[in-house]
């Protein structure tokens, strides 16, 4: 047994250091064997060959990785929890940007330092502002809590706001346009899914990525797609020049920490990851003057590791902040490596080393697993060696372990395009197609489409183009128009909590990647008036989309189309079937016409501080927004139109309105609209009058009918509800494809663009393999602005490509090990 003195270790209680033999990261580069003075807290040197000042301390620091200290730009610690800001130093942070919880609107962040003191870094800060809802009360959907953040950041001169977006990439994008809108220094925490909306991010906002990846997914293609590339998507941002701050906000224990970090390193460049932790946030905060690097004159923040930090076997040795050494290892400074103890008339050669988390020691050639280090002693077997922080006492240091290499992924993978965009072509011809006009079909005739326009439609056309389609034996029809539908909506349709709701927008929400937009589109739907829900008596703006699957959501919308807005009457705004929440106002229909009538004499007489709510009323006053009114009964309806008389103002269209025949010449006097079901009746009290005549009857007595869905299921089959009506009263096929087509085109003023096949429109059309008023036929393609957006044999050959690899990642995560 070997037998040395022991001496117990204490830092000295003084204030410069010469820090050498170790491996410094700069901005740009690594010095191997450098040196770094400091004096009184801060940075007075760094370099090699630098000559040490006689009133320091020198410490050898050889093999160790002295980092810049990080910085943990977002977490949701209690700022007077010392333990909980222990947690963080031990990850390595000297810094933290602390944020409050649990709310939309969160106040303003505080920048400490990680010390056992709780001292500010910065009077900068950021107000924290989240996409989450609330559970009951307003604003319990998306779009209401973009406006309830819009209508905020009226109210408040702010300049600086971070943005939470609950892990939803499609909110990354929402908070760029709120912080362009409100021209906002913003920061805003990513999802690791932003790889999905890449064509959209601005290059200019302050992005930070969590080093939490997602860990858990259910057998949705979608979620293991997430799960995969989530650990790519830092990579893939950098490969596109973007950049970024990393924040650990999430991760419980430091092994989980170094874990994602070592992730991230097998992919990318190890110094962008130390960057991420250290200079961006410093810069994103403002602070980067004397933090974020080390450099001459700088607070003297380290993070410091005992080897290369992305090595498995490396952990934080210390951390330093403002001079202050707080050791975060159990081990001494000088510890891993080979040292020879001297024993008696013999040598003993020791090597000690770290699997993972575990200590081994090897004693001459004999490797040791039960080891035992407290209190700077290990026990080996028989043996005890002592240390101080200097090292194993009577013992001689040999060498540093070997640095351990990081093991790169080769192999670089992109997330799969399933959906790839068809190609564009500049001019198209169709030929000899069953061509549906608007009130006659041509028989073996061809179109001629230029830049996405219909240029010429006959037979026996003779033009030269990029694209033939050959449609023989085919119909050709204009794209369906859904004047109803609550596809691509991110978050709830209804913004419940209240009565009166005009300030959400539906434009602020729309979900490009809906897999509602691509059945659709299997069905012939090129266009979509995208509604609120109906439980408000006044609810939400609506808006237009054609259905251009795979592109940002901004490119869906509408551009030439009208505003509108949803209002709505009977069972749904007086909440007769909800079992909770029923206490609201109104709770009759006199209430929900009244509600309506208070709700326009505010706006009527409303001045003073910008109040969104009042603005979008005001709106309504003044016909820039279209009324578009769910309702089923006469009575409700004719009250409507009555109260509305008041303000000088009329609905546009009434939605289902499947009393509409009983007072189709009062609708036809007040020149309103009407877009109903086929035969639908009796599936709710007031639907118990619906006859299936409805639609004839009101057209027969010359209001504006069209169908609509209101459901992503029935939208796939709306040329089939509008063959229904040829049992119910109309007897001309092209009359009755124009209730999906032309006429919702003319509801909304955007028949000169759309609704059918004529010179000048937009090339939007589907072509079937049979009649499509059958419900036998189906859809072989569909066309918006002459590209294609379904191709039936295309989708089924895709389906087998899906399957297959939903196989893959779903073995992958199962066998993963990383």
């Given at each position: ?311 498995k076997n490396s952990s934080i040795f210390e951390v330093w902040i403002n001079g202050f050494i707080y050791r975060i290892s159990k081990y001494p400074r000088k510890f891993f490596g080979d040292w020879e103890v001297r024993m008696n008339d ?69 997330p799969p395009k399933i959906y790839k965009l068809f190609p564009t072509f500049k001019t198209i011809l169709i030929k000899n197609g069953i061509i549906w006009l608007p009130d006659t079909i041509l028989e073996n005739a061809d179109i001629f ?115 509108t807005i949803k209002f709505a009457l009977g069972e749904n705004p007086k909440r007769s079937n909800w079992l909770e929440n029923s206490d609201r106002y109104p709770r009759s229909r006199l209430g929900v016409i009244s509600i309506i009538e ?221």
């Amino acid at each position: 047994m070997i037998i040395l003195l022991f001496f117990q270790f204490e830092f000295p209680k003084i204030s410069n250091y010469a820090i050498v033999n170790a491996n410094i990261f700069l901005k740009d580069s690594i010095i191997r064997n450098g040196t770094i003075i400091v004096k009184n807290g801060k940075i007075y040197e760094v370099g090699k060959n630098i000559k040490i000042p006689k009133d320091v301390l020198v410490l050898d620091y050889s093999g160790k990785y002295i980092y810049p200290g990080f910085i943990e730009i977002i977490s949701e610690i209690s700022s007077d929890t010392l333990k909980e800001i222990e947690k963080l130093r031990n990850f390595g942070f000297t810094i933290v940007q602390i944020i409050g919880k649990d709310s939309i609107l969160r106040g303003f962040t505080k920048i400490i330092f990680t010390e056992d003191s709780i001292k500010k870094v910065s009077e900068n800060s950021y107000f924290v502002i989240s996409f989450q809802t609330n559970k009951e009360k307003y604003p319990v959907s998306l779009m209401g809590t973009i406006a309830k953040i819009r209508q905020f950041l009226y109210d408040e001169n702010l300049k600086n706001v971070l943005f939470l977006t609950n892990k939803n990439e499609l909110n990354v994008l929402r908070a760029q346009k709120i912080a362009d809108e409100f021209k906002l220094n913003s920061l805003i925490f990513g999802t690791n899914k932003e790889f999905r909306v890449i064509e959209s991010l601005k290059k200019n906002q302050n992005l930070v990525l969590p080093l939490k990846f997602i860990d858990s997914v259910s057998d949705n293609l979608n979620e293991l797609i997430d799960w995969k590339f989530s650990k790519e998507n830092a990579r893939i941002l950098i490969e596109n020049g973007y950049f970024f701050a990393l924040s650990s906000n999430g991760i419980k224990e430091q092994d989980e920490f170094l874990k994602s970090l070592r992730i991230l390193a097998k992919r990318m460049d190890e110094n962008k990851i130390i960057l991420s932790l250290t200079l961006i946030p410093a810069k994103m905060l403002g602070i980067d003057n004397n933090y974020g690097s080390i450099e001459k004159g700088k607070i003297a923040n380290f993070t410091i590791a005992d080897g290369n930090i992305f090595s498995k076997n490396s952990s934080i040795f210390e951390v330093w902040i403002n001079g202050f050494i707080y050791r975060i290892s159990k081990y001494p400074r000088k510890f891993f490596g080979d040292w020879e103890v001297r024993m008696n008339d013999s040598t003993l050669r020791l090597k000690i080393y770290k699997e993972g988390k575990s200590l081994r020691v090897k004693v001459n050639d004999k490797v040791y697993s039960n080891v035992h280090f407290e209190n700077n002693v290990l026990e080996v077997d028989n043996y005890k060696f002592y240390f101080s922080d200097d090292g194993c006492l009577n013992c001689k240091y040999i060498s540093e372990l070997e640095e351990e290499e990081v093991k790169k992924i080769m192999e670089k993978e992109n997330p799969p395009k399933i959906y790839k965009l068809f190609p564009t072509f500049k001019t198209i011809l169709i030929k000899n197609g069953i061509i549906w006009l608007p009130d006659t079909i041509l028989e073996n005739a061809d179109i001629f489409i230029k830049n996405g326009k219909i240029v010429e439609i006959g037979k026996n056309l003779n033009f030269n183009a990029e694209y033939v389609i050959d449609a023989t034996n085919k119909h050709i029809t204009p794209g369906i128009f859904d004047a109803h539908s609550h596809i691509a909506i991110d978050g709830d349709v209804n913004e419940w909590s209240e009565s009166i709701t005009p300030e959400v927008r539906v434009i602020d929400v729309i979900n490009p990647f809906d897999i509602n937009i691509y059945r659709e589109l299997a069905g012939g739907v090129t266009t979509a008036h995208i509604m609120h829900g109906s439980a408000n008596a006044i609810g939400g703006q609506n808006v237009i989309i054609k259905l251009k699957w795979g592109f940002p959501a901004d490119s869906l919308v509408y551009k030439d189309s009208p505003r509108t807005i949803k209002f709505a009457l009977g069972e749904n705004p007086k909440r007769s079937n909800w079992l909770e929440n029923s206490d609201r106002y109104p709770r009759s229909r006199l209430g929900v016409i009244s509600i309506i009538e208070d709700a326009l004499l505010r706006a009527k007489n409303y001045k003073g501080k910008k109040n969104l709510r009042m603005e979008a009323l005001k709106e309504i006053l003044n016909g820039k927004i279209q009324i578009h009114c769910h309702a089923y009964r006469q009575d409700e309806m004719l009250a409507l139109m009555e109260s509305l008389k008041k303000f000088g103002i009329q609905v546009r269209m009434f939605h289902h309105a499947l009393e509409a025949y009983k007072i189709s010449k009062e609708l036809k006097r007040e020149n309103v609209y009407v877009s109903t079901f086929s035969d639908w009746w009796s599936y709710k009290f007031e639907a118990y009058d619906a006859i299936p005549y409805n639609a004839f009857i009101t057209t027969k007595n010359n209001v504006l009918t069209s169908l609509n869905s209101d459901s992503p299921e029935l939208a796939r089959r709306l040329n089939s509800e509008a063959g229904k009506m040829l049992k119910y009263g109309f007897t001309k096929e092209t009359d009755v494809l124009k209730l999906i087509t032309i006429n919702p085109a003319k509801q909304f003023s955007l028949d000169k663009f759309v609704g059918s096949l004529e010179k000048g429109k937009d090339a939007d059309f589907v072509i079937w393999n049979g009649n499509p008023l059958s419900p036998y036929s189906i859809v072989l393609e569909t066309w918006i602005e002459g590209r294609k957006f379904f191709d039936r044999e295309e989708d089924l050959r895709i389906r087998k490509e899906i399957k297959l690899l939903k196989e893959k990642l779903m073995n992958e995560f199962k066998n993963y090990s990383e």
